[in-house]
């Protein structure tokens, strides 16, 4: 396979953006980061591997059209990193990877761009698994497959395990739940006003749930199409996305992308609760937790609530597939949530720390033990 080098030229410009690159990569731990380009195709894509002690990286792929290069590989690290303590915390055998590809999905995912990405994935060996993410789909993961057989959420037909996003949100609305209880002393949602951004797939599945429990549930999401459909659907209130933020809550559920909760966001919000199947939803990870904490609303961290869909995968690799069993597995959020929300108010420190914490004592414990056999 023939590897296209990015040219690089030894101006001071330069060396300091090349220095960057590798200085990015350090605070996260990274194992390997690897760039894959093809001017044929006009692929251009990073594939992140933050730690891959307890079993092959895997993370979905994500088109964006990001407005600088440096802003996908900062997307791509963070992505990997909350990989590795999703799956720690949610005691899978896996490790923590992500890619991104970068561009306009409308211009540019063509059949040839996947299979070269395809070719790019399978040349780690099963170091990195794929499967579906923002702006890719099973189907996508079908012809990426025809390339490389690194990959999970085939469809059913061809041996896959299907759809991840009902798992996700399952798991979503377990932790809202357990976040619920700690907070008001019951984790039933009757009558709870939840605020659910995004009602794409996950978001749609986990207003279904909320809808089911009768709580007063208020949706917003750039789509109008998504609106009106979950407003067919079920009985939600909608509120448009540049006032979401001011509705009275309790509980704020981001399901859309990430850094939605930041300095501008926090001050609007009126709710005791935040639990939501978004990934990378704090902009400044440490800062906002810490924030959130000090303003006495709950956080329920990303990677720990929003497993259910990477437990399904799991199932598919180490077991023979039983959705009933990926299942049962994803329930096991609700208990993991309270455990780390009950030794967050007992060490009077953020549940995103104690999260943090557990991910790495596990993936620690595992390491020594490795290293003495």
Known sequence: MKLEAVEFNNTPQSLRNFQSVFDSMVPGDHEQVVYCYDKVTGLKAIIAIHNTVLGPALGGTRIW????????????????????????????????????????????????????????????HGRYITGPDVNTNMHDMVVIARETQYVQSLPGAQG????????????????IKAAVKKVYGTDHLQGKKIGVEGVGKVGAYLVAHLCKEEAQVYVTDVVPERLSAIARAHRVYIVQPDTFYDVPMDVYAPCALGATINDATIARLHCKIVAGAANNQLEEEQRHSR????????????????????????????????????????????????GVLNRSEKEKIPPLVVAEQLAEERICSVQSALRRA
Do not use: W
Not at 162 to 168: A, E, L, R
């Open 160 to 175: 896959g395990n299907d759809d991840p996003s009902p798992f996700t949100a399952y798991g979503t609305y377990l932790g």
């Open 291 to 338: 924030v959130l904490f000090d303003q006495g609303i709950v956080y329920v961290p990303d990677f720990l609530i929003n497993a259910g869909g990477l437990i399904n995968i799991h199932t598919d690799l180490y077991h023979t597939y039983s959705r009933e069993l990926a299942y049962q597995h994803t329930e096991a959020i609700y208990d993991t949530c309270l």
């Open 65 to 124: 059209n990001y407005a600088h290069d440096r802003d996908a590989l900062i997307d791509v690290l963070r992505l990997s990193k909350g990989m590795t303590y999703k799956a720690a915390l949610a005691n899978l055998k896996l490790g923590g990877g992500k890619a991104v590809i970068v561009g306009d999905v409308h211009q540019i995912k063509t059949e040839a761009l996947l299979r070269r990405y395809g070719q790019f994935v399978d040349t780690l």
